[in-house]
């Protein structure tokens, strides 16, 4: 469905997802990064920096549209 829409589709597994995004990204001049990202579960959820919030808060040329969903 991505390909159909003229985006690129990329397989790629890296220990720190957060800094492989921005990575590519940059590489790849994107405009625009949509990430889902599940509801936070429970108080300590609230509190734990996950690789959407990672990504948030790095230096990088592009906006970024997050999304919640349900688990």
Do not use: H, K
Not at 25 to 51: H, K, S, W
């Amino acid at each position: 469905m991505v390909m159909r829409a003229g985006g690129t589709v990329f397989c790629y597994e890296p220990e720190d997802v957060a800094q492989a995004l921005v990575e590519i990204g940059r590489r790849e001049r994107i405009d625009l990064l949509i990430l889902g990202t599940p509801r936070p579960n429970g108080f300590l959820a609230r509190f734990r920096r996950d690789t959407t919030d990672r990504v948030i808060r790095a230096e990088r040329p592009f906006d970024v549209v997050v999304f919640s969903t349900t688990i």
